[in-house]
């Protein structure tokens, strides 16, 4: 089975302490020993007298014959072997006349453990008298090492060796208490890591998995159900709070789909039910005796308007339907006077026959803008609709348009305006103010309308009353003008 997120960061903790304790094991216990001889060795160098001739200069060491002179100058020898061998903290020897055999002859200590000397080779000694300079060495007794060091010197024309050695039986113990006390904070360090990392990987686990079953249940029972908290500022609590922001919004565009297909199949009720009692009413009247045609007349026209209502609403409901379903609009150069005199074109008739004035206020010259020509002609088609319908008869509605960095459209209208508390709201879906200009619509209109300008890049809002009337203007960023050959083509 593949290893979960607590035994990865478990073993990762521990595998790069092992490989840490085990680095810093090889790099200081392993040369310690080697470090500490060393050391031994240069100290006892460094405590040998600078000139050893001079130190025994005075003693005739080997050329007395008197037996008096020759035990006094024994006497001084041993005292001053006996002050060298305090200071450096070894024993010390002093050794002359190389014997046929390469050996010296030991002068000093004369009364020294015969055995301990013997088992000392004096190889070093025999070394130095044979090259003149001196030498520095390890050596062993009965398995007990030393440092020791061979100086050689001249008395009295007379070739003499100073042999000192120092035993450094220290140095394994000292090399012990370092290892010993090595694995100890090894092992304390390897413990407390452990009894850091497993809570932490246990911690982090238990957090992730309350998030996955969230999700889970999101899943299986929609953005309803409550998303754990977690106030941890890491990674995983910024997971677990974007994780319930998404589940807010899932909540919201769910709510707000359930109240538009509720909404929406209210609305359509309404106007099927006055239909279906229009169309029995018909079949009432054709099926009496004398059919009055007239009423027939009547109610057909009644029933034809009620569906070309339903018509309406069932393109509004598309077009919410690619709004919400995101489809891609077009992004290209629009020309404003144009399309504006286009569509006003599609409103005249319905106009002169109210006694409307409608027009497009001129004198700026082409507005280029960008977006997409079907949705922008949509736009003006909502804002006119609404105007006409609001505008009283003899009154006059107005087309307008301004360039710069964001070209503007503004319908502006003579009827009764918006009331200030509805300014906000007849901008919502299925919302419709008080003064609906009698036979209206859906309230889908204004909706549709800013959300198209948003998907452009632009706005659609509702000026500050100036005067009598309203006025909607839709912004939308400006486009260059195509070059001559391109909108010849067109
Ligand atoms: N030109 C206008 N003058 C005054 N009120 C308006 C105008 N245009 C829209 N409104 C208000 O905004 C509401 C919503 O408009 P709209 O979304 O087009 O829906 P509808 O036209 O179906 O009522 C209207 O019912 C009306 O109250
Ligand atoms: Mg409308």
Redesign the pocket.
Known sequence: MALGLRGRIVGAVLVTTVATLAVAALALLGPLEQSLRKAALSTLKNDLPKDPAQQFQKLDLLGLTNPDESASAQFSLATTQQQLATRVGGNVYVLGYPAADGQGQLLLPRDLEVGNVQADSFDDVATVFRSGRSLSSFGSIDGKDYVRVAVPFRNAGLQYVLAIRRPIDEIPAAVDAVRTAFITAALAGLALTLILAIPLAMTLVRRLRRLRQAALRVAQEGPVVAVPEDRASDEVGDLTRTFAIMQRRLQHQEEARRAFVATASHELRTPLASLDGMLELMDDELRGGEPDLDDARALLERARAQSRRLGRLAADLLDLSRIDADVQLRSEPVELGELSRAVLAEFELGTSERGIVSGLVDGVGPVWALGDPGSVARILR??L???V??TPTGGEVTVELSGGRMPALS?R?Q????RPE?RAL??ERF???????GQ????????IGRELAARMGGELVLDEPNGR??K?TLRLPAARAPDAGAVALV
Do not use: C, K, S
């Open positions: 909502i804002l609709d609404n105007a319908r609001m319908v209208d009827g009764p305006g918006v509805e007849i901008f919302q419709r103010g008080r003064d609906t200009g209206a619509g859906f309230g889908l209109g204004l909706a009337g309203a909607f």
